[in-house]
């Protein structure tokens, strides 16, 4: 393994058929997911960007959603977990 390859590795992530599903177990109890339609090179443009800032594209994009709604409403949007 290279020096690169070492340096990235920093700890084992579970795998397999039963990290599987415990990942989309907590994912299905924590999320709602939504698909997102962008006009092309417009994703690579936003990863970019939220790279940039030192956050993940999705990070980016509920930020984004975040204060749109604030502009929007004049609330900051907050929701509880459905139980």
Do not use: C, H
């Amino acid at each position: 393994m290279s020096d690169q390859q070492e340096e990235k590795k920093k700890w084992n992530i579970p795998r397999g058929a039963a990290a599987n599903r415990a990942k989309q177990k907590y994912r299905g109890a924590n999320y709602d997911r939504g698909e997102l339609a962008l006009p092309k090179g417009m994703k690579a443009k936003v990863k970019e960007a939220a790279q940039e800032q030192g956050q993940s594209f999705n990070a980016y994009v509920e930020q984004a959603i975040k204060e749109r709604y604030l502009r929007d409403t004049g609330e900051e949007m907050e929701w509880q977990k459905e139980q």
